[in-house]
């Protein structure tokens, strides 16, 4: 069974920084893609970042030029580094993970979210 690990969520106050980790364990062969996604009170959710195995990233509009999105291949584990936070991105994080397990059968995982609130 391959499972997600979060961590880093907490009350930040706006305009501060915070970064989220995740690492993915369990039988995996490879991963291929890593990301995150949120989801607000009362709104659907939303991908925030996501890194390709290639090494490309894509962000929503709403984060590019404060959210960067980092990967440790060789841990399995991926980043959000949050700057400038706001009180609109107050919302819980999930990390996803999608690749090939040891039985050669497509996966994709997801975190049980970390609650990110952005409030004075």
């Known amino acids: 069974q391959v499972q997600l690990v979060e961590s880093g969520g907490c009350l930040v106050q706006p305009g501060g920084s915070l970064r989220l980790s995740c690492g993915a364990s369990?039988?995996?062969?490879?991963?291929?893609?890593m990301g995150w996604y949120r989801q607000a009170p009362g709104k659907a959710r939303e991908l925030v970042a996501v890194?390709?195995?290639?090494?490309?990233?894509n962000y929503a509009d709403s984060v590019k030029g404060r959210f960067t999105i980092s990967r440790d291949t060789a841990k399995n584990t991926v980043y959000l580094q949050m700057n400038s936070l706001r009180p609109e991105d107050t919302a819980v994080y999930y990390c996803?993970?999608?690749?090939?397990?040891?039985?050669?059968?497509?996966?994709?995982?997801w975190g049980q979210g970390t609650q990110v609130t952005v409030s004075s």
């Open positions: 890194e390709t195995a290639g090494g490309g990233s």
């Open positions: 369990g039988s995996i062969l490879r991963i291929n893609a």
């Open positions: 996803t993970a999608d690749g090939v397990a040891m039985t050669l059968q497509f996966f994709t995982s």
